[in-house]
């Protein structure tokens, strides 16, 4: 990689990049851009494509409906309740 495709890199990730790291962060480019090579080099043609890491399909509990808390029970460990409603304290100015 030339420093102006280097620079422009830095410039989409938002990086003030000093000239004098220029040098080592094209070592580091260069082996990294090796290292896609030797996995392009791979012969992949036969394995299919890997949409998700976990096997379990349809790990999840059915959707049943089930009864909820009354708002006694609900509001009962809640420090302040007004209008049936929680009363948090503001986050955001």
Request: hydrophobic share 45%; net charge negative; charged share 30%.
């Amino acid at each position: 990689m030339d420093d102006k495709e280097i620079l422009g890199l830095a410039k989409l990730a938002r990086l003030d990049l000093p000239e004098s790291e220029l040098p080592a962060l094209r070592g580091h480019l260069d082996r990294m851009v090796g290292y896609f090579e030797q996995l392009r080099a791979l012969p992949l043609a036969d394995v299919e494509p890997l949409t998700g890491v976990e096997r379990n399909v349809g790990a999840l509990r059915k959707d049943v409906p089930a009864r909820g808390f009354d708002s006694d029970v609900a509001f009962s460990n809640a420090p302040k309740v007004e209008a049936d409603h929680f009363v948090i304290p503001k986050v955001i100015g």
